[in-house]
């Protein structure tokens, strides 16, 4: 157990629909980070928090949100979902919003699958 | 923009072969750099890193050395186990961004 809580494991759902993907970080982490894993287009960085505000923005679809609760948990919202969006969704924590020294805790992600 | 460029697999090898992953980078300054493994069903774990030329990163039996020269960081072991069957995957921090940019992955089968 890395620490790292991702809920649910796994979610199926279909096209159009709209899905809350929930994260929370290892205790004493303040950074959140989430990524997409999918066959094709491997591991790409959809956007970061600390401490509640957001602090990097990568690959992330206008479809898709975030946000960074007081309690540090964090959702990832995506809607109007495609088929496309099918992928591993992981979520991973550092203590501070530069992970130089320690790099990420990952949790063990959430499988999506739109059909 | 950065990049990480990993040895495409699937690597497959026979319990106590050598094992090489190669991964280069292109990157502005100079970067962090770090493997991870993914076991089957689960997430990303840190294996090793290194935040400076020359420096060698270790753990588990394996090792990378950071190459500066080259703008590499080959993942070695010198006696692999079924145990260490996984995906690896080489990743970078640019010294001014805030998230890792991964390699796209190298699956390995280590067969008894």
């Known amino acids: 157990d890395s620490g790292v809580t991702q809920t649910p494991k796994h979610l199926i759902t279909a096209t159009g629909q709209r899905v809350t993907l929930r994260c929370s970080p290892r205790?004493?982490?303040?950074?959140v980070y989430w990524y997409q894993q999918s066959l094709d287009q491997g591991l790409q960085f959809l956007i970061q928090y600390y401490n509640g505000e957001e602090r990097a923005k990568g690959n992330i679809l206008e479809r898709f949100s975030a946000q960074q609760f007081p309690d540090l948990h964090s959702e990832l919202n995506l809607s109007s979902l495609e088929l496309g969006d099918s992928a591993l969704y992981f979520c991973?924590?550092?203590?501070?919003?530069?992970?130089?020294?320690?790099?990420?805790?990952f949790g063990s992600g959430t499988r999506l699958t739109v059909v | 923009g950065d990049s990480v460029t990993q040895m495409e697999g699937p690597v497959t090898l026979s319990e106590e072969a050598c094992l090489t992953i190669n991964c280069t980078y292109t990157a502005t300054g100079y970067p962090s750099l770090f493997w991870y493994v993914q076991y089957p069903g689960e997430g990303l774990q840190l294996l090793l890193k290194?935040?400076?030329?020359?420096d060698k990163g270790s753990n588990k039996g394996f090792e990378a050395t950071y190459r500066k020269e080259t703008t590499s960081f080959h993942l070695e072991k010198g006696s692999v186990q079924v145990s260490d069957s996984a995906v690896y995957f080489c990743a970078l921090k640019p010294g001014s961004a805030r998230q890792l940019t991964f390699g796209s992955g190298t699956q390995l089968t280590v067969l008894p």
């Open positions: 991973a924590s550092s203590v501070a919003p530069d992970s130089t020294n320690y790099g990420y805790t």
């Open positions: 290194a935040t400076k030329a020359d």
């Open positions: 205790s004493g982490d303040l950074s």
